[in-house]
């Protein structure tokens, strides 16, 4: 406020002498040229909002007139309003001196509260629970609550929070044996649809694109069933559900395929997205953060933004779900030194020319 203050004072200051050498008529058609653009405003206007700035200008400029010059005054309060306003600023500043010694809880430090600002400058669609997780990420031992009151004081609304369902309650108690699977569309820059093929582990949140392709036949979709059980071989899975819809892509020989290496093949409901919410959670999660924000070439372009989203999302993006972990990277030995604390030094990593960013430790 007090810069703001300081910038406002200069700039009044050189109107004041551009004001100098204008004549006494020249003033008054100035004056009533601006009462009548106020008039304009206040018609257009429902109730114009101040600033802690503009109420200290406004009470700095007008408490020195008498009280009947400001009643005649066209303004966009009322005279008894600036004349409160002022007094109450004489107060509070009288008050300030006589405030005890603060107690209880010790304030964040400087430093986290202007990180917790600058992430959520740089990342419009933050709340401040994915804000708490990119903390934790890092080793800042934060609560969420205190990120919530450090976006609240300087004017940033969290993101509204999302309530879980039965369904998901259900699904959370046996993650470990189930895999979800779909199909997603991604349309290029000459309008051409792209279709995507990607399972999810409800355990690890771990996610593996498997392919994109403008025509997925039935034959295609076999062979991302074969890609896919040669990926969990590998990965020793001990899944033995596969959870997806009724689109007639997914034949008879797909199931049969996963049924003869030992997965079972749940359908969910008609028109019930929520019985596979995992997949759709992050069809949703990849939709805002990849495709919404870039445009889409090709289909070797779709692929290579998929590539780097999947390890992004499976080796940085904390998870609520694990506990603010990512699927492949556990999370660091927690900061507690305050030494180390009050010197934070974080570095950006920018993936896809800067649509996802990566928040690591500078070396």
Not at 20 to 38: C, Y
Not at 91 to 117: D, E, M, N, Q, W
Not at 167 to 193: H, I, K, N, P, Y
Request: proline residues 6%; aromatic residues 6%; positive net charge.
């Amino acid at each position: 406020m007090l810069p703001r203050l300081a910038c406002l004072a200069v700039s009044h200051t050189f109107a004041f002498l551009r004001l100098l050498p204008m004549s006494d008529r020249e003033k008054d058609v100035e004056i009533l040229a601006l009462r009548h653009q106020l008039l304009v405003l206040q018609r257009q206007v429902g109730k114009p909002t101040f600033t802690d700035t503009d109420r200290a200008v406004l009470a700095g400029l007008l408490h020195h007139l008498p009280l009947d010059k400001l009643r005649h005054l066209l303004l966009l309060v009322r005279p008894d309003t600036l004349l409160r306003r002022h007094r109450g600023l004489l107060k509070r500043r009288h008050a300030a001196a006589c405030v005890p010694k603060r107690r209880g809880r010790p304030p964040t430090i400087r430093s986290i509260r202007a990180l917790v600002v600058r992430l959520a400058g740089e990342n419009d669609s933050w709340g401040y629970r994915r804000i708490h997780g990119e903390l934790v990420a890092l080793g800042i031992k934060v609560a969420a609550s205190t990120v919530w009151e450090i976006l609240r004081e300087h004017g940033i609304p969290p993101a509204p929070e999302r309530q879980s369902t039965t369904w998901a309650d259900f699904l959370r108690s046996q993650a470990e044996a189930l895999l979800a699977c779909d199909l997603f569309e991604v349309r290029t820059l000459t309008g051409a649809r792209l279709y995507v093929f990607a399972v999810i582990e409800h355990a690890t949140r771990r996610v593996r694109i498997l392919g994109a392709g403008a025509h997925p036949t039935a034959e295609w979709i076999v062979q991302l069933g074969r890609n896919l059980l040669m990926d969990l071989e590998d990965a020793s899975s001990r899944a033995r559900f596969l959870i997806r819809d009724r689109d007639s892509k997914f034949t008879a020989a797909f199931d049969d395929l996963l049924t003869d290496a030992g997965l079972n093949v749940v359908t969910t409901g008609i028109r019930i997205p929520r019985m596979n919410s995992p997949m759709e959670r992050w069809i949703q999660t990849c939709r805002r953060e990849l495709p919404d924000r870039t445009l889409t070439g090709n289909q070797s372009h779709l692929l290579h933004s998929l590539r780097e989203f999947e390890t992004f999302y499976t080796c940085h993006r904390p998870h609520r779900a694990l506990g603010q972990a990512a699927p492949l990277r556990p999370l660091p030995a927690p900061i507690n030194v305050p030494e180390q604390i009050g010197h934070l030094e974080v570095r950006r990593r920018d993936r896809l020319g800067g649509t996802l960013h990566e928040y690591q430790h500078a070396a």
